[in-house]
């Protein structure tokens, strides 16, 4: 089964590639996010949680901490909104930025700024509300009290900043306009005369009870938890893939061979319609079979086990004996029954021809041969109706006659005798065993033979010796002949059975029986059925004319059978020959057959 997963031997390097893709980016991450700084003098590094605006990844640094550098290579923090401080000091241990005005005048500066819109906070918590106002210098009560804004005083004028909660009856405010209020600003911003202003910054541990020590540590611990995620990530996401990959390729592995199967069971199906015989394995016939389990009977050939394809098709396995010299005959057999579709020839389901094994599967019918429905032992179990054996007879007919004239080469069977003809659920009869059977042009008014074919007693006298005539579809309608004195003979109505040892041969006795006017009534009761077995027996005189000429053709015997029999004429006799030779032979055959 693993050999099926082999191609899966690329997943391990394809993981190796891309842990080596991981690590690659992660190191290429670190690069990047390197400690870095505007110049190499006095500007302050740059690290986590600050970063270099559009050079580094944005993953290098928090939110709100871009840091640029200008083209005096100062380093810039720039606040919401367009309020640019140049970056004197990063001190990231008690982490503290400290800014400058590069127009030295941070009260301005940050007049504008909301401070709680950054995630930077004054380090300096006394924070109170101002109000600024512009005043002449003739406003001297002012001027001695409180000391001015000197970056935005300008001659003449003098700009205060005064605590919002001051009553305005405490201080003279002549010669004053009001500039703007400013809230929450510690007041050293404003009144120190220092031209740097700290900004701290939240820890990045967001819990304000930890103290620095602490936040370090769970930075460093994370940093830990990125190492371990390091090693994690490829690890897992291999692992993951390697299963997913797994998993897909099983689904389609197996989707791909119900398909296959699928396919398989849609061709023997598209065989089994176009009546295509199925080449199959040794384990296809041994699975068929179920081992050879249910033998259905034993000849000369080989031995015929039933065996199942699906849940409803039943089929006979004819598994030919090795030993024999059975290779002509297979081929023979499945060459012509390859070309044969015909209600009352038996189908060609399959064969093998598997190392030394021959095979040959056929249609499963129930019923089994004619023979056992005929013959004067088995009757009393099987008992069929003249009007059934009247359809029996006139199938086999039909039967044959497509053999000689439905295909585009002549097939002679030359075995046409009751144990070949086999019987379906409706009793619909179907020739089977084509071992001895032959193929010939229609023009062709004679075959050559190498040796007799055939039945004794059921073979025609041309085919028994030479000396009798040329072989031809002739022989297969005396056969046929045979076959249908048989079918009348072996039946329990006609009383012949007792009689016979004294009347001699049946077909003979028959003969006389007709020609004397009789037409079997006396021996079967009901009229109708008297008609049928006298209409059986004529035909069956005429196909077994000792001059293949005399004999009809099969689609004249199936205008006989289908006829009136009223209208039948009496043949010539076949059993008076002139010749005592001809006499001798043909009592010899008969009497072999009988007996
Ligand atoms: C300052 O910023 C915060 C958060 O961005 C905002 O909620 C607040 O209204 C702003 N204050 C002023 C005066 O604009
Ligand atoms: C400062 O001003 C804000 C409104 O801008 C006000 O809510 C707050 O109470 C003031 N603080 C003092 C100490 O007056
Ligand atoms: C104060 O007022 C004077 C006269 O109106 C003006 O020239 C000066 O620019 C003002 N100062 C500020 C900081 O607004
Ligand atoms: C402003 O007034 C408040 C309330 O009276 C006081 O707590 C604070 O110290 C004053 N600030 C300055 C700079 O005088
Ligand atoms: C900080 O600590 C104080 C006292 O130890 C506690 O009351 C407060 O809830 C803590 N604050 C936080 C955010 O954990």
């Not at 512009?134 to 406003?139: F, H, L, P, Q």
């Not at 296959?260 to 015989?277: G, M």
């Not at 009348?488 to 028959?510: A, M």
């Amino acid at each position: 089964m693993w050999g099926n997963y082999s191609r899966l031997i690329f997943l391990p390097f394809f993981c190796f590639l891309l842990s080596v893709n991981y690590y690659t980016n992660l190191a290429l991450a670190n690069i990047q996010c390197m400690k870095t700084r505007c110049n190499h003098n006095d500007a302050p590094t740059i690290q986590y949680p600050f970063k270099l605006q559009n050079i580094q990844p944005q993953n290098c640094g928090k939110i709100g901490f871009d840091l640029s550098c200008n083209e005096n290579h100062q380093t810039i923090l720039e606040l919401p909104i367009s309020i640019n401080f140049v970056v004197k000091k990063i001190d990231y241990k008690s982490q503290e930025i400290h800014v400058t005005d590069p127009n030295e005048c941070i009260p301005r500066l940050i007049s504008h700024l909301n401070i709680s819109s950054t995630p930077f906070h004054f380090i300096d918590n006394s924070n109170s509300n101002f109000t600024f106002f512009n005043c002449s210098s003739m406003n001297t009560a002012l001027q001695s009290h409180y000391s001015s804004i000197k970056c935005l005083s300008s001659h003449g004028y003098h700009v205060y900043a005064l605590n919002s909660t001051l009553q305005i009856k405490d201080v003279t405010l002549s010669y004053c306009t009001k500039l703007y209020d400013m809230s929450f600003v510690p007041e050293s911003v404003i009144f120190s005369n220092e031209d740097q202003l700290v900004l701290g910054w939240d820890t990045s541990c967001g819990n304000e009870n930890e103290t620095e020590n602490e936040c370090s540590n769970i930075v460093s611990k994370s940093k830990g938890a990125r190492k371990k995620e390091a090693i994690l990530v490829p690890i897992v996401s291999c692992f993951g893939i390697l299963l997913l990959v797994t998993v897909l390729y099983h689904i389609r592995y197996t989707t791909q061979k119900d398909k296959e199967n699928e396919a398989r069971i849609e061709k023997f199906l598209e065989d089994y319609k176009a009546l295509k015989p199925t080449r199959y394995s040794y384990s296809d016939i041994k699975r068929i079979t179920n081992n050879f389990k249910n033998e259905l009977g034993q000849g000369a050939y080989g031995t015929v086990y039933k065996g199942k394809l699906s849940s409803d098709i039943y089929v006979a396995v004819k598994l030919l004996k090795t030993s024999t010299g059975n290779g002509p005959e297979f081929i023979n057999e499945v060459g012509t029954m390859s070309q044969i579709h015909h209600v009352n020839v038996v189908h060609l389901v399959g064969f093998c021809a598997d190392g030394h094994t021959r095979a040959l599967v056929y249609e499963y019918l129930p019923n089994g041969s004619l023979q056992k429905f005929i013959s004067t032992t088995d009757f009393k179990n099987h008992f069929l109706s003249w009007d059934k054996l009247r359809e029996i007879a006139l199938g086999i007919a039909k039967g044959i006659e497509y053999l000689h004239q439905g295909c585009d080469q002549r097939i002679l069977h030359f075995d046409i005798k009751p144990h070949n003809i086999l019987l379906d659920n409706n009793f619909t009869p179907k020739i089977s065993d084509f071992g001895l059977a032959k193929l010939c042009s229609k023009d062709q008014s004679a075959v050559s033979m190498t040796a007799a074919r055939g039945t004794i007693g059921y073979i025609a006298p041309e085919v028994f010796s030479r000396n009798f005539g040329n072989v031809s579809y002739k022989s297969d309608v005396y056969s046929f002949g045979m076959l249908l004195l048989e079918m009348v003979g072996g039946r329990q109505n006609v009383d012949v059975v007792e009689k016979r040892s004294g009347l001699g041969y049946f077909p003979e006795w028959i003969y006389n029986l007709l020609e004397q006017g009789d037409d079997l009534r006396e021996h079967i009761e009901v009229e109708k059925y008297a008609k049928i077995a006298k209409k059986l027996a004529i035909a069956g005189l005429w196909c077994i004319q000792w001059h293949p000429i005399d004999r009809p053709s099969m689609q004249v015997v199936v205008h006989m059978l289908e006829g009136d029999g009223d209208k039948l004429s009496m043949p010539p006799n076949p059993f008076a020959s002139a010749d005592p030779a001809i006499m001798n032979v043909s009592v010899i055959g008969r009497q072999l057959h009988r007996d």
